[in-house]
């Protein structure tokens, strides 16, 4: 698999996605503002991957700061970390990613400050190497929810591509479902407007050998009817405490669809991705995107009237009735659960949801 991205002798170096499946191409970053452009303009897209985009930005930020003291070095970063954090509003990935390299600068006040810029760099690779060990244990704990000869639908990207290694997230228990030698047929949405879903999912999938089949985001319910789907497994960018989820625009329909036609809907999310600060999915901010995205096809196309309104909406939230399961590198748990998740580990082994034993 490609890599999403790597920091590379001082430089971000990120696999400019808006140009795939045509181009396999890489944009070298080497200040934060640059960082920002790329996470804005979809170049790093997915929410574990533009967290640790974040990361590696507010590293660049740091090593450009010229200051004497903790004071100034932190009151010279704060405005980089907010112009990074300001690029997409509604995955939270890129605020735990910040917080925790907050975090780490104020546990380290003594350091020098070329000590600390040497930290943050340490630290965003190592948010990059524990996201490939999270998604594997998000696999390892979903896989059981594919049985043989099942046909998976999943909406959007929350594959490689979305995070910094082979695993994702919604793709996490089909890539270990494939290691443990089961054989599963997987429905990529193409998820309007931008195609994250023919574009992405449709070709690491095929990269990699695992059977895909592209449709219209409106014939899901058509294929739902015909009992041509087992079960849905997508990502998201922000969950809440009461297990609400926010993901790509059409996320919700599909969710509704799946209650109708009675197949389970997962989400797979990285604790990262679980804001336990928020209550609920009303609180979950949304971004809004350029309404370009739908009049035309990748600045290639007109195909709407010049003029034409257009709400261009790039998540939902789907309300946590419709969520079957919360599959997390912790285990799989009921969204009502999610709020027990920092208890003490032998609760939280009760809450697992086990098909087998
Ligand atoms: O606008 P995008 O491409 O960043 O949207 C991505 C998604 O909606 C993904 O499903 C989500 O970030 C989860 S990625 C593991």
């Not at 793709?171 to 309007?192: C, L, W, Y």
Request: charged share 25%.
């Amino acid at each position: 698999m490609v890599k999403t991205i790597e920091w590379v002798g001082g430089k971000v170096i990120m696999l400019d996605q808006s140009r795939l499946p045509v181009d396999v191409a890489y944009i070298e970053c080497d200040n934060y503002l640059k960082v920002a452009e790329g996470i804005k303009k979809l170049w790093i897209r997915g929410a574990p991957a533009i967290g640790i985009a974040a990361a590696m930005g507010i590293a660049l930020a740091a090593r450009d700061i010229k200051a004497e003291d903790f004071e100034s070095f932190i009151s010279q970063l704060e405005p980089a970390i907010e112009t990074i954090l300001s690029t997409r509003p509604t995955a939270v990935n890129m605020k735990w990613a910040a917080n925790r390299l907050k975090a780490l600068l104020n546990s380290r006040r003594d350091e020098s400050v070329s000590g600390l810029k040497e930290l943050l760099v340490e630290e965003s690779q190592k948010i990059l190497d524990e996201d490939l060990q999270v998604n594997k244990a998000i696999g390892m704990w979903g896989e059981q929810f594919i049985n043989d000869g099942d046909t998976i639908l999943t909406h959007c990207n929350a594959g490689a591509l979305a995070t910094g290694g082979y695993y994702g997230t919604a793709t996490a228990p089909m890539r270990v479902a494939k290691e443990m030698g089961k054989n599963f047929h997987v429905i990529a949405d193409e998820t309007r407007p931008v195609l994250q879903g023919a574009r992405l999912t449709a070709w690491e999938l095929m990269q990699d050998k695992i059977p895909v089949t592209l449709i219209t985001d409106n014939t899901a319910g058509a294929l739902m009817q015909r009992g041509e789907i087992n079960l849905v497994i997508v990502g998201t960018d922000r969950t809440a405490l009461n297990g609400d989820v926010a993901n790509k625009i059409g996320t919700y329909s599909v969710a509704v669809l799946c209650k109708e036609h009675g197949i389970p809907f997962y989400v797979a999310a990285p604790l990262s991705s679980i804001d336990f600060n928020i209550p609920s999915g009303d609180q979950i901010p949304i971004e809004e995107r350029g309404s370009e995205e739908v009049t035309d096809v990748f600045g290639k196309c007109k195909i709407a009237p010049e003029g034409v309104k257009v709400r261009n909406i790039a998540f939902d939230v789907t309300p946590a009735k419709y969520v079957t399961a919360i599959i997390t590198e912790k285990g799989a748990f009921k969204p009502e659960d999610l709020k027990k998740l920092s208890g003490v580990e032998a609760e939280i082994d009760k809450l697992r949801i086990k098909i087998r034993k």
